[in-house]
């Protein structure tokens, strides 16, 4: 006859004489083998304790018996989620077998899919029953491994399965754990670092690095990180399901200790720099502020708000490439995607922290949905999609996007505001196509030396993030200074700086946009799409507008006048509309139609757009040869604000991390 529950309980708490079943098939851990004069031992085994009580008295046991390795009881179950605790003595049986066979379950969904994590050496998985009621045999020695071998029966034969429990009782056994608790798709924490929280969901010091087979929790207090095997930690429910670890655990407690070192801070920012700068940027300030939004992903489920980020420039100036280097930092942990749709990413994303990058935005046809998608992420606001079943699927992100592209499409200044614009251009022509990259292996154990300052300094730099949000800049609107104060918080708590050194980092990084900041109006967003809109040259090169603005020789004025831009001198014009002083002209069509082709300004009218900066002239003058309709803009305007005087290169000074 097969065990029932109560045989299993005497077995487990080594309270009964057991006897090995034939066959080699080994015991699980905490079972005592009785062949033989064997007497068992008074004293139940540490992984057996029910606190020295009889079993006779179930009345009285206030602990569960248990493999060393085993799950904990489901009184420890998190007690913020209604109905996920169960009381120690409720379901003893069924807890007792699902012990032996090393497997946790965690709940259901609203379908009624179990979610179990086994537990045994050999497994440490997650995994999803969609019918606990009729797992199979072979389904659930896939799951957990040897302890079924030794304990489920399986077949009809009965003197293979003597001593053995049936089957049904373990479907049972997880139907009824599964009816405890009510998951949903946040359940569950996957790969990624996440903050640490308590039995009552309240957050602690620390986050905890979940990764495959295992996790790994950092104690700022004690300055220790400790290996996670089981994926229960705190209030949260860990999914270790990644099939690729993106972390080592050695290797990251060393890089850990080695953080404690500012001059071992100092090196390797400054390394990460020194990669960004590879690229040709509009402000030399920009790879610093890469580096702060590095250190910032690694840790983007901390922020209470999360900035976006937008890589845009003109074709060929690196941008792809620019993902590539940033997916290689973060390994297994990254996701690189081009064209993707909002419900493709979530997939991919899952309940996941990766990293997510997405290339070739401007040829997206889902842009607008992703731009909605991304938009929730900065909050951690829910987002709430409908079904064909009628139930609605709440999902939540908590992520910091890359999005590149030649332009992003933020029409709207709410949105403009939660990104952060790094601007590539083309890089000069004795550098072009002499850009190289370090190895992939050297960018992943850089992005491991990041990982770890990120962790070790989180804390503190969440706390500044939110002082720095406060500070008030000049020009600038307060959601671009909250979105700039979280890669500046993390700069300035890996340097152990002061606030008012941590203010001056965030004043340097806004400075990035001049004075006008990123909330720009309509114009000088159409200025910026004109200048930095490319024209071909003969031998199949290409130069930006602004570029053959500096200088305004007599060819790259015949190449301008092609695409409608044109400059002309005030002085010959008419005085009641003119200063006498040069402008540069905007033909309405021809710009529009060669140098706007395929944005949102392809549209819009440019007199009227640009007709409302100050000194602006809506004329149609005689140029060309002929009087084309369009706006005149003054030169000395455009080079104050746009183009520079030319005496220095956009993208070329260097700066070095002891300067910040």
């Known amino acids: 006859m097969p065990l029932d529950y109560r045989q299993l309980l005497e077995i487990a708490t080594n309270t009964k004489p057991w006897k090995r079943p034939t066959g080699d098939s080994a015991l699980p851990s905490g079972y005592v083998d009785t062949t ?142 599964a009816g405890y608790r009510r998951l949903t798709d946040q359940s569950l924490n996957g790969p990624g670092v996440w903050p640490i929280k308590d039995d009552d969901g309240h957050r602690q010091p620390g986050v905890v690095l979940v990764g495959a087979r295992e996790a790994a929790e950092w104690n700022p207090t004690t300055e220790t990180l400790t290996r996670v095997t089981h994926a229960r930690s705190g209030g949260r429910l860990l999914d270790f399901s990644l099939a690729f670890p993106w972390y080592q655990f050695e290797t990251m407690e060393h890089y850990l200790h080695q953080a404690a070192d500012k001059d071992w801070v100092n090196d390797v920012i400054q390394e990460a720099a020194d990669q960004f700068s590879r690229w040709r940027w509009k402000d030399a300030q920009a790879p610093f502020i890469m580096v702060g939004l590095v250190l910032a992903v690694w840790v983007q489920t901390v922020w209470v708000w999360r900035p976006q980020v937008a890589i845009t420039g003109a074709t060929k100036t690196g941008k792809s490439i620019l993902l590539e280097t940033l997916s290689a930092m973060f390994g297994h942990l990254g996701v690189r995607s081009s064209k993707s749709s909002a419900a493709g990413i979530r997939q991919a994303v899952q ?246 082709s395929g944005t949102l300004w392809e549209r819009q009218s440019l007199v009227d757009i640009l007709g409302r900066i100050p000194g602006a002239v809506k004329d149609r003058p005689r140029i060309w040869g002929r009087r084309p309709s369009g706006v005149s803009l003054p030169m000395d305007y455009l080079e104050k604000n746009f183009l520079g005087d030319g005496t220095e290169i956009l993208g070329e000074k260097k700066t070095n991390w002891e300067e910040w």
């Open 36 to 177: 033989a004069n064997h007497k068992p031992d008074p004293t139940p085994t540490p992984a057996a304790s029910i606190n020295n009580k009889s079993v006779a008295n179930t009345n009285e046991i206030n602990e569960t018996a248990a493999p060393a390795d085993a799950p904990p009881p489901a009184e420890e179950i998190d007690e913020a989620d209604p109905g996920a605790t169960a009381p120690a003595t409720d379901g003893l049986h069924e807890r007792r077998l699902l012990d032996a066979l090393y497997l946790d379950v965690f709940g259901e969904y609203e379908n009624g899919h179990a979610v179990i994590f086994a537990t045994h050496e050999t497994r440490r998985k997650l995994d999803v029953i969609d019918k606990p009621d009729r797992i199979t045999y072979a389904r659930l020695l896939q799951l957990a491994g040897p302890p079924v071998k030794n304990i489920v029966a399986r077949g009809n034969d009965p003197d293979e399965n003597l001593n053995r429990v049936p089957l049904s009782q373990v479907q049972n056994a997880i139907c009824y754990f």
């Open 351 to 596: 309940s996941s922290a990766k990293a997510v990058f997405v290339d070739e935005f401007e040829d997206s046809k889902h842009r607008e949905e992703v731009l909605d998608m991304v938009r929730a992420s900065s909050r951690g606001d829910a987002v709430l999609r409908g079904t064909s079943n009628q139930r609605g699927v709440t999902f939540i992100l908590n992520h910091i996007f890359f999005l590149a592209a030649i332009e992003i499409g933020l029409q709207r200044a709410p949105d403009r505001n939660r990104y952060i614009t790094m601007e590539l251009i083309e890089p000069l022509p004795h550098n072009r196509g002499k850009l190289t990259l370090a190895s992939t292996e050297e960018l992943r154990l850089l992005g491991q030396k990041m990982l770890a300052i990120a962790v070790r300094y989180v804390d503190e730099a969440r706390k500044l993030a939110v002082r720095l949000k406060r500070q008030r800049h000049k020009g600038v609107d307060t959601r671009v200074v909250e979105s700039y104060a979280v890669p500046a918080a993390i700069l300035a708590a890996a340097g152990s700086y002061d606030d008012e050194h941590a203010n001056q980092i965030l004043g340097r990084m806004l400075g990035v946009m001049g004075e006008e900041d990123q909330t720009v109006s309509d114009e000088e967003d159409l200025i910026n799409a004109v200048l930095s809109a490319t024209v071909r040259l003969s031998g199949g090169h290409e130069k930006m507008v602004s570029e053959l603005l500096r200088p305004r020789s007599v060819d790259n004025l015949e190449i301008l006048s092609r695409y409608g831009i044109g400059v002309i001198n005030g002085s010959n014009l008419p005085r009641s509309k003119y200063e006498p002083k040069e402008y540069l002209f905007y033909d309405n069509t021809a710009v529009r139609k060669r140098l706007l």
